[in-house]
């Protein structure tokens, strides 16, 4: 059975500091998807990134990063220079392979709660 | 707008009633997937609908039951509701693993 974990339960830091949310994830499959998602405190869940398993390239995009290691199975996501619009629920999500033509359900990690302060 | 509408956005209901959330997805996605946010249960996969027919069931309750129709959009039916079922419910959408896009969700309180 597919699982994540993200053993972060909440982080607070100041802004413009670096923070690194960690992803660990379980799978058996060969072929799988890693999701970031944010929850602002408005709710709504905005998609950050997806990447396959045959894709271990590091992804920049802005100010977030993200470390995707198959030896160690976990996917980081990193925020450079924190801002305190970055405050939210950050979820780390996984999803097994395609069945015949639609894709799999999403494991949520429980998330992980940035509180970015002046 | 994610092109997920979710309907409605907040719903207020008494313990042992019914409620039904609709879900329309994005144009052109088949698969309907609903999601229940509780504090203490985390983001937990409730079922799965493709282009009309089950595809895969999570820790979905007997009380709960959903359907997806011809014209694609979903209804998640919640009968007998008891004061635990509070919860922000999602539905997303999706072609194929490239992404799964989120509506807005549905705050339910029973009280």
């Known amino acids: 059975a597919q699982k994540v974990t993200q053993a972060q339960t909440e982080i607070s830091v100041v802004e413009k500091e670096d923070v690194t949310l960690d992803c660990v994830y379980e799978?058996?499959?060969?072929?799988?998807?890693l999701f970031w998602y944010k929850q602002p405190p408005s709710g709504e869940l905005v998609f950050l990134i997806r990447?396959?398993?045959?894709?271990?390239q590091n992804e920049i995009s802005g100010r977030y990063s993200w470390n995707f290691q198959k030896s160690t199975s976990s996917f980081n996501f990193t925020i450079t220079a924190s801002q305190v619009v970055d405050s939210a629920v950050y979820f780390c999500?996984?999803?097994?392979?395609?069945?015949?033509?639609?894709?799999?359900?999403?494991?949520f990690g429980t998330g992980t709660r940035l509180q970015v302060t002046l | 707008d994610s092109g997920v509408t979710q309907t409605p956005k907040h719903l207020i209901t008494a313990t042992g009633q019914r409620v039904t959330l609709r879900c329309s997805p994005r144009?052109?996605?088949?698969?309907v997937y609903w999601y229940q946010q509780s504090l203490d249960q985390g983001l937990q996969f409730l079922i799965q609908?493709?282009?009309?027919?089950?595809?895969a069931k999570g820790n979905i309750l007997e009380r709960f039951s959903a359907q997806q129709f011809p014209d694609l959009h979903s209804e998640l039916n919640l009968s007998s509701l008891e004061l635990g079922d509070s919860a922000l419910y999602f539905c997303?959408?999706?072609?194929?693993?490239?992404?799964?896009?989120f509506g807005s969700g549905t705050r339910l309180t029973v009280v």
């Open positions: 997303a959408s999706s072609v194929t693993n490239r992404g799964y896009t």
């Open positions: 799978t058996r499959d060969t072929t799988y998807y």
């Open positions: 990447r396959n398993s045959f894709d271990e």
């Open positions: 999500a996984l999803s097994e392979a395609q069945m015949a033509g639609t894709a799999s359900k999403l494991t």
């Open positions: 144009s052109g996605d088949l698969s």
């Open positions: 609908y493709y282009n009309g027919e089950e595809r």
